[in-house]
């Protein structure tokens, strides 16, 4: 993510919260998950693949050569798969991701405190990298003015998006949708407060 980016996002959580008594915060998450069993795997498949070269290899191995060549190769694939996480999209399917991005942004939402305003305004917009999602999570005096489906529908701009650069995009145009639905919905009071910081969280 890009220092411009979240300069534009901070931007955009401002008006948002100039206009309504609405409470943004922006987190993003390099992934909600180590996802380990996907470098296991590739140690398993790396192993496997090269026990049967070597058994059905014209050259004779040594029954000890099979088995330490056998590791080190299921150990260069775990490796692998560790430093490259393109690898570890490779072995894992798109709903355990998403799956993983709903419970991370469930626990960031209390991390945040976004449910400690005073009127229960508060809105988590998380972004995840590895598993390229973004999700909504508002809080109780959000989802009594701004109607389910309104909800939904910014929620599957962001579904909507197919790769990185897609959903940086479409988080900027939701946070620009939402100022003026929650300047209508849940407009700003004059003794309103900035009771939570506009600056982009970076969570581990």
């Known amino acids: 993510m890009t220092p411009e980016r979240h300069s534009l996002w901070q931007t955009q959580v401002a008006q948002i919260e100039s206009g309504s008594c609405a ?10 998950d180590d ?21 059905h290899s014209p050259i004779v191995f040594h029954p000890e050569g099979l088995v330490l060549n056998t590791v080190f190769v299921g ?21 355990r991701r998403r799956q993983q991005a709903e419970r991370s942004a469930d626990l960031a939402f209390t991390r ?7 009127e229960r305004m508060g809105l988590l917009v998380l972004v995840c ?3 390229r999602v973004a999700l909504l999570r508002p809080d109780l005096g959000l989802t009594g003015r701004v109607p389910g489906a309104r909800w939904n529908q910014l929620q599957a701009r962001l579904d909507a998006a197919r790769g990185w650069d897609q959903l940086e995009k479409a988080v ?6 939402l100022a003026p639905l929650l300047r209508e919905q849940a407009p700003r009071a ?3 407060q900035n009771e939570l910081s506009d600056q982009v969280r970076i969570l581990c």
């Open 172 to 177: 900027s145009r939701v946070l620009e949708e």
């Open 23 to 32: 409470e943004v915060v922006v987190a993003e998450q390099a992934q909600a």
């Open 129 to 131: 990298r590895f598993e």
């Open 112 to 118: 945040l405190e976004v449910s400690h305003t005073r």
């Open 35 to 55: 996802y380990c069993e996907a470098n296991w795997k590739w140690a398993v498949l790396a192993s496997l693949l090269t026990l049967l070269i070597m058994v």
């Open 75 to 95: 150990a260069l694939g775990y490796l692998a798969s560790w430093r490259a996480p393109w690898l570890r999209r490779w072995m894992t399917s798109a709903r």
């Open 190 to 192: 004059e003794d309103d």
